[in-house]
């Protein structure tokens, strides 16, 4: 299911929007240097919200145990964290950035 989450300007290079919508996971999108991605916005290794973290150069870093994540692949980068961060394909359409859900 693809979704219009957000509006481009909302997330301006090397920031980052945490996206709540019912009924679908939380994510976040992040811009990073001009492209957008989106992943789970909860940490992999215990409860915490990344977007309460630090995105620098690529990589966010998870406010609690300062695990961290590549926001591309979602790959685990830092201990403690070892599971990979779910990654949810984006699309751009105008001003809208839609991103693809999975089926419930
Ligand atoms: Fe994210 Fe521990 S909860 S590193």
Do not use: Q, W
């Not at 019912?22 to 409860?47: K, Q, R």
């Not at 977007?51 to 201990?79: Q, Y």
């Amino acid at each position: 299911m693809r979704k219009a989450v957000a509006k481009v300007e909302a997330v301006p290079p090397g920031e980052m929007l945490p996206v709540d919508i019912e009924g679908l996971p939380p994510i976040v999108i992040f811009n990073l240097d001009g492209e957008l991605f989106a992943t789970s916005n909860i940490c992999t290794h215990a409860v915490a919200r990344l977007s309460d973290g630090f995105f620098e150069e690529g990589v966010i870093e998870c406010p609690l145990h300062s695990g961290c994540f590549d926001v591309r692949t979602g790959e685990a980068r830092e201990f403690p964290c070892e599971i990979p961060l779910k990654t949810y394909n984006v699309e751009v359409d105008g001003d809208d950035i839609l991103v693809e859900f999975d089926e419930a």
